[in-house]
C-alpha cells in the first residue's frame, strides 16, 4: 500500500516520499517497507535512526523528520488502525456442526452458529446466533452463550454458565469450576475431618467480555460469580467464587480476587495483584502491580500499591524512609569526626 493511500485512510497528511508500505512494526526493529510509530519527544533519536520506510507521527511533532512522516492526530492509535489494514484476514467459521462434535438432540442452536471438531454440548444447552464455538470445547449442561460470542479452543464451560452476547472467550479458560470451600472439624480423638462445602451457584458472563487464556472464574457457592458487561480480564487471573465485577473493569494477567469482593465500575487491578475476600473495591479505584488489598477501598484515593495497599504518597515515603536513615547516620558520622577533641563527653 502506498504512503499516500494509507494517510488517506487514517486521516492523515503525508510529508516525503509516496513510499510503499507491507507491515508495521517498531522503531528498533522496522525494516525496509515497515511503517513505524512514535508519539514520546523522548524517542526521537529511534526516529532518526530507524530503517522504517515511513514513521507515523503527532500533528504537533517537531522533532527529527523522517524520509517519510504521516502526520495523525494519534499516532498510537493510528498504528493500531494500519496494522488491521495489512494483517492478513481471520480464519471465517462457516456456519455448521463437525461430523465429530457431540451434541445433545435437547440443545438449542441458533442460526449461523459454527460448532468445532470434538466439542461437546451437553443436554439443555443454548447456542444464540452467529456464535462461534470452535474445537474441543465442553459446553456443560444448562448453558447458554449468547449472539455472536466467538470461544476458542479448550475452553471449558461448567453447566449452568452464562455467557452474554459479543463476549470474547480465549484458549483454556475454565468457567464454573468449583471456588475453594471447606470446613475443617477436630474430633474429639484429635482426628481431623476436611469436608468440601458443595458449590451449588453459576457463573454469568456479561455483554462485551474478554477474557485471556487459561484464567479461572469459579462457580459461586450459592447464587453466581458474576462479571459485568465491557470487562476486559488478561491470561492467568484468578476470579474466586461470588466475586462481582459491575463492568468496563480491567484485570491484568496473574491478578487475583478472592471470593465474595466486589469491584466496582471502571476499575483496574494490575498484574500480580492481589484482593482478599469479602472486601469492596469502589469504581474507579486502580490497584496498581503485585499489590496486595487486605481490606475495602472507598474511593478516597483512585490508586492504591504495596502491601498492604496504600495510596503513592504514602507508599513513597515509606520507600524512602531506608536512605533517609542512612543518610542522617552518615552526617551524624561526618558531625563527630569534625568535632575538637576537648568536646568528645561534653555533648
Known amino acids: 500500500m502506498k504512503a499516500s493511500e494509507l494517510a488517506a485512510r487514517l486521516g492523515g497528511t503525508l510529508e516525503g516520499a509516496d513510499v510503499e508500505l507491507v507491515a508495521c512494526a517498531g522503531l528498533e526493529e522496522a525494516r525496509h517497507g515497515d511503517l513505524s510509530f512514535c508519539k514520546d519527544p523522548r524517542h526521537s533519536k529511534l526516529v532518526e535512526t530507524t530503517k522504517a520506510s515511513a514513521v507515523l507521527l503527532s500533528s504537533g511533532w517537531n522533532g527529527p523528520a523522517p524520509h517519510s512522516a504521516i502526520r495523525v492526530p494519534d ?31 435437547s440443545a438449542k442452536i441458533g442460526e ?14 443454548e447456542i444464540a446466533a452467529d456464535a462461534v464455538v470452535e474445537a474441543q470445547v465442553f459446553v456443560g449442561e ?27 472467550i480465549h484458549c483454556g479458560v475454565r468457567l464454573g469450576g468449583d471456588g475453594y470451600g471447606f470446613t475443617t472439624n477436630v474430633e474429639s480423638d484429635g482426628t481431623v475431618e476436611i469436608d468440601k462445602i458443595p458449590q451449588l451457584g453459576i ?40 466475586v462481582k465485577i459491575k463492568g468496563y473493569s480491567g484485570l491484568i494477567a496473574q491478578s487475583g480476587i478472592a471470593g465474595s469482593t466486589q469491584i466496582g465500575q471502571g476499575c483496574l487491578i494490575w498484574a500480580q495483584a492481589g484482593i482478599s475476600g469479602h472486601i469492596k473495591i469502589a469504581d474507579g479505584v486502580q490497584v496498581g502491580p503485585q499489590a496486595g488489598v487486605p481490606q475495602s477501598l472507598d474511593g478516597s484515593v483512585k490508586y492504591v500499591i504495596g502491601a498492604p495497599a496504600e495510596s503513592m ?3 513513597g515515603a515509606r520507600l524512602l524512609l531506608p536512605k533517609m536513615v542512612a543518610k542522617l547516620k552518615a552526617e551524624v558520622k561526618e558531625l563527630k569526626a569534625a568535632r575538637r577533641p576537648e568536646e568528645v563527653g561534653h555533648v
Open 75 to 105: 499516532p498510537d492509535r493510528a498504528c493500531m488502525a494500519a496494522a488491521k489494514l495489512f494483517a492478513p484476514p481471520e480464519p471465517m467459521r462457516a456456519p455448521g456442526v463437525h461430523p465429530s462434535a457431540i451434541v445433545d438432540p
Open 112 to 125: 449461523g452458529v459454527h460448532i468445532g471438531a470434538h466439542t461437546v454440548v451437553e443436554k439443555g444447552a
Open 142 to 168: 444448562g448453558c447458554r452463550i449468547g449472539e455472536k460470542t466467538h470461544i476458542y479452543p479448550q475452553v471449558t464451560l461448567r453447566e449452568g454458565t452464562v455467557v452474554g452476547k459479543n463476549c470474547i
Open 203 to 242: 457463573v454469568e458472563i456479561g455483554d462485551g467480555v474478554e477474557i485471556g487464556s487459561n484464567t479461572t472464574i469459579d462457580r459461586a457457592r450459592i447464587g453466581r460469580t458474576y462479571i459485568g458487561p465491557m470487562t476486559k480480564i488478561d491470561n492467568l487471573v484468578q476470579i474466586g467464587h461470588n
Open 313 to 315: 504518597k504514602e507508599f
